[in-house]
């Protein structure tokens, strides 16, 4: 099977390295930057605990030069899906499956204004990547991936992605295909609404969030809010999100969040494909939502400090 993931982060290598195990997977990872693809090319470490594996990954930034694909994975940040799905046309043939990773909801919309090649499966993952450096990738604990048409698709379409969940599966990376992938997109969103903004604001690991009685009060109010906008969009998210997003909390402890990493290396984060889009949809629906509001004034300042100082679109390790 051809297999190309676009964008060499964390979960893209991860992916890539999951899947090269098997020989018969031909697998690239199309990269926007053709210095860093040809340093990648060829070698993409992974390591797991204690051990190291080298996989055969092949790296490039020219699309055409792997030509059509049975599997696409986007892996890359949401501000980056329509420049990621434009550059990557000729990989697109109507039975490639595409299937795009993202944190929070505005891929949603863009997807949706897209003319896109395919109709894209959306995934929402628990698998923990951290990358090292180009080209090499840490297992940060396996979790369960879904994967999901938003809309109904032919019979075909449905198998092919169930097939797709099993080679995900046999590659040590538990996967299942659901039927109401939207409810997990926005399971993971209020997660990451109550988490990632307050690990900027209080520049700590996920679990000092639960010691701080300011931030427990912070974090609380702002997944309720989210949970308020869910339930007017009928989504069906879980019961409680409070107690998952503490359980979260505290079984990622020691964790730096995505956006506090973003942060760290002065990178401009997703604050406005989470806290903002959660807030763009409770404002069209004429419900209050004062704390994440909040959460992302004090966001996007942090994020202006730094992204001022830099030359103009200057991202270190853009991905
Ligand atoms: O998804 C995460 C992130 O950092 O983006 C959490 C669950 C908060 C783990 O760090």
Redesign the pocket.
Known sequence: MKIVIIGPGALGSLFAAGLAARADNDVWLLDHDAERAARINGKLLLTVGEQEFCRLVSATADAARIGPADLVLLCVKSRDVAAGINAAQPLFTPTTILITFQ?GISHLDTLAQMKLPVQPAIGVTAM?ATLKAPGHVCHGGRGLTRIGFLSRVAREKEKQLDRVADLFSQADMPTERVGNILDFVWA?LL??VG??AL?VIYDCA?GELLVRKEAMGKLIAAVLEGQAVARAMGIAVPADPVSQTLA??EA?AR???????DVRRRRPTEIGAINGALLGKAEGLGIDAPVNRELVRRVRMIEAGYLRTAPHGFCPDRL
């Not at 964790?255 to 990493?261: A, G, P, V």
């Open positions: 944190n923990g993971k997660v990451n988490i990632n690990t996920n979260i909390c990622t964790n730096i969040s995505s956006m506090l990493q």
